[in-house]
T-cell receptor
């Protein structure tokens, strides 16, 4: 079975540019999560979607970050304009439902470097 | 708010030795507990989970974890490690009462380094 698919795997861009990260969740999963991982802050939940609707965006750092889920099989995380402090590994995860015991399945991440 | 503490940031161990990675969480009415493993340049993979029932849970590759409610702990153990177990291990708790969904609160991670 295909897992969570993220693209690109690596992104290097200059400060001020727009960055778009993409995620395809596991088919049949109705919950999708975006995380950011850094050495300093560890894993941080940015946003949670349920049935394509953003439910919890309290972790989104600031207005430069936005996320969409236009359909059940695709989500994007956009940073505009990007800053060096946005450099991190961004993970997308999905789960079958939002029940408390449901495990989340992670993609391999996008390593983002802002110069 | 729920929190997770992984007491060791790094654990060096020799191959075939036993290992324990410690995890404590803050108290809650009802929690679900997970261990994830992250190999270099990869995402997190579910290693094992505790939802209810037997307090000892096992993974397919020889790891086990024991849920201890009185000590609010969920330590991960393996009786004999392999070089291939070298990775970062994350303990996580899902507290349905916080946020109303399977929000995961992660510990800071423990880097397990297995030496020959």
């Amino acid at each position: 079975d295909a897992g969570v698919i993220q693209s690109p795997r690596h992104e290097v861009t200059e400060m001020g540019q727009e960055v778009t990260l993409r995620c395809k969740p596991i088919s049949g999963h109705n919950s999708l999560f975006w995380y950011r991982q850094t050495m300093m802050r560890g894993l941080e939940l940015l946003i949670y979607f349920n049935n394509n609707v953003p439910i919890d965006d309290s972790g989104m750092p600031e207005d430069r970050f936005s996320a969409k889920m236009p359909n059940a099989s695709f989500s994007t995380l956009k940073i505009q304009p990007s800053e060096p402090r946005d450099s991190a590994v961004y993970f997308c995860a999905s789960s079958f439902s939002s029940g408390g015991g449901q495990p989340q399945h992670f993609g391999d991440g996008t390593r983002l470097s802002i110069l | 708010a729920q929190s997770v503490t992984q007491l060791d940031s790094q654990v060096p161990v020799f191959e075939e030795a036993p290992v324990e990675l410690r995890c404590n969480y803050s108290s809650s009415v009802s929690v679900y507990l997970f261990w994830y493993v992250q190999y270099p340049n990869q995402g997190l993979q579910l290693l094992l989970k505790y939802l209810s029932g037997s307090t000892l849970v096992e993974s397919i590759n020889g790891f086990e974890a024991e849920f201890n409610k009185s000590q609010t702990s969920f330590h991960l153990r393996k009786p004999s490690v392999h070089i291939s177990d070298t990775a970062e291990y994350f303990c996580a708790v899902s507290d349905l009462w916080t946020g109303g969904y399977n929000k995961l609160i992660f510990g800071a991670g423990t880097r397990l380094a297995v030496h020959p």
